[in-house]
């Protein structure tokens, strides 16, 4: 309840805020997008990542309001900067809930100036687990020109099916698994059939937790599309981009 309290407390006064992480191709090693990542701003000037508040958030019932925040942050972004690409995370509450995944199309219906440069990450076990709702929820955000990926894949339980009914854009593969992947070969012939399911479906592929060149070129030998992780740039919650 008190970390509830904070959250409420730092929406009222502006200090919920969003850090944002380049994501960059494998070949060109150039930024594509940007993940927007939740911190919160302590009234001592401390900053928390979403770790710490969120679950809180979850279980208190206030987590869509989170989640609002940062959509109307992430759209507001989008407008002022027409050179960029956002991808913005619902969490796992809020994808269980059908009014409020409405509510999320209808906020976004209207701003097809900036929908073809958002992306809307799920995680995969939030997407399978109200799977009619959240396959409705995609259809419905592609229609609008937004990308969709699935966050976390691999941790989850996704089938060959599953993801062809889901009709994503994007596959994200699980960072536990591609930290150090250059010293674990168990976790090269996993990632290497992951990657290899996703290309069979006509997905784009993401590694997330890259943390050296000699990881990013096994995952680039592997066919993935994409890096994220410290290796490439942490998130910033004044990228230079902002200011201009």
């Known amino acids: 309840m008190s970390i509830a309290d904070e959250i409420v407390d730092a929406?009222?006064?502006?200090?919920?805020?969003?850090?944002?992480?380049?994501?960059?191709?494998?070949?060109?090693?150039?930024?594509?997008?940007?993940?927007?990542?939740?911190?919160?701003?302590?009234?001592?000037?401390?900053?928390?990542?979403?770790?710490?508040?969120?679950?809180?958030?979850?279980?208190?019932?206030?987590?869509?309001?989170?989640?609002?925040?940062?959509?109307?942050?992430?759209?507001?972004?989008?407008?002022?900067?027409?050179?960029?690409?956002?991808?913005?995370?619902?969490?796992?509450?809020?994808?269980?809930?059908?009014?409020?995944?409405?509510?999320?199309?209808?906020y976004i219906r209207d701003k097809g100036d900036v929908a073809r440069r958002l992306i809307v990450e799920l995680t995969e076990t939030a997407a399978l687990h109200h799977f009619e709702e959240n396959a409705r929820f995609i259809t419905q955000l592609r229609e609008l020109g937004v990308k969709v990926a699935i966050d976390d894949f691999g941790a989850g339980y996704t089938s060959f099916r599953n993801l062809q009914m889901l009709h994503v854009d994007t596959v994200k593969i699980d960072g536990s698994y591609v930290k150090n992947l250059s010293e674990c070969p168990e976790n090269q012939v996993f990632v290497r059939t992951l990657v290899g399911l996703a290309k069979n479906l006509g997905l784009k592929t993401v590694a997330e937790w890259v943390g050296s060149d000699a990881d990013a070129a096994l995952l680039q030998s592997f066919g993935v599309d994409y890096f994220q992780g410290f290796h490439f740039g942490e998130p910033l919650l004044a990228p230079e981009w902002s200011n201009i």
């Open 11 to 106: 929406l009222k006064h502006s200090r919920l805020k969003l850090a944002y992480q380049p994501i960059v191709g494998a070949k060109s090693r150039r930024i594509a997008h940007y993940e927007c990542l939740l911190r919160m701003v302590k009234p001592d000037g401390e900053v928390v990542t979403a770790g710490y508040f969120i679950p809180a958030a979850e279980q208190m019932g206030i987590v869509h309001l989170v989640d609002r925040f940062a959509l109307e942050t992430v759209i507001a972004r989008l407008r002022a900067h027409t050179n960029i690409t956002l991808a913005v995370n619902v969490s796992g509450t809020s994808a269980d809930d059908p009014a409020w995944l409405q509510s999320f199309v209808d």
